[in-house]
């Protein structure tokens, strides 16, 4: 399994800022996950971060936007840009684990008021 | 496109009794597997169980087990002799294979079941 941690934990923001949420795994890993969890909603992938290139967008999500890092194999930032409240989510980070199952970090809680 | 529809918003059940989560999905892939996850207040996602589709043998996990109909795209979640711990929101998760090494393996997640193990 692998440990994953995130910061912060939450925050509460004002309308037009940026945050920068970070990623840190115990272990080496390829891929990680950004994800966005509404409220009352389910899991929604924004992006895949490769180290060593550019991260994979999914529909609805792009760069200016959410934009990451992933300079190394054990670490990754996700960045909310230009927050509206309509960005207020919990935002996990995940990767994959080698039975093909994915581990989850604790999140960050985000409000934008 | 994949989707995974949880049909039970919520759902209780009294400790020590048994209950079922339904989950199906709609998908053309052969080559996938499924995953229960569950999410207590904590927000700490944890796998409870999973399910490789070339299997017909069902999962099983201690007190967590599926029943896994490949043709009827079916794959429920069976939690006996309930604990309060059990409390939390059940997500049912679909996994596409992806080919090549420097791909991810695609989830989508089911909108989650609320779960309350009452006392």
């Known amino acids: 399994s692998a440990v994953i941690s995130q910061k912060p934990s939450r925050d509460i923001c004002q309308r037009g800022t940026s945050l920068t949420i970070q990623c840190q795994v115990d272990s080496q890993v390829t891929m990680m996950f950004w994800y966005r969890q509404q409220p009352g909603q389910s899991l929604t992938l924004i992006a895949t971060a490769n180290q060593g290139s550019e991260a994979t967008y999914e529909s609805g999500f792009v760069i200016d936007k959410f934009p990451i890092s992933r300079p190394n194999l054990t670490f990754s930032t996700l960045t909310v840009s230009n927050m509206s409240p309509e960005d207020s989510s919990i935002y996990l980070c995940?990767?994959?684990?080698?039975?093909?199952?994915?581990?989850f970090g604790p999140g960050t809680r985000l409000t934008v008021t | 496109a994949q989707t995974v529809t949880q049909s039970q918003p919520e759902m209780s059940v009294q400790e020590a009794e048994t209950v079922t989560l339904s989950c199906t999905y709609d998908?053309?892939?052969?080559?996938?597997?499924l995953f229960w996850y569950k999410q207590p207040p904590s927000r700490q996602m944890i796998l409870v169980i999973r399910?490789?589709?070339?299997?017909?043998q069902n999962a099983t996990e201690n007190r967590f087990s599926v029943n896994f109909q490949k043709a009827a795209k079916s794959f429920s979640l069976k939690i006996s002799d309930s604990q309060l711990g059990d409390t939390a929101m059940y997500f049912c998760a679909f996994m596409k294979r992806m080919e090549g090494w420097n791909t991810g393996n695609q989830f989508y997640f089911g909108t989650g079941t609320s779960l309350t193990v009452i006392p």
């Open positions: 399910q490789e589709a070339y299997k017909q």
């Open positions: 995940s990767v994959g684990g080698q039975g093909l199952e994915q581990y």
């Open positions: 998908t053309s892939e052969s080559n996938y597997y």
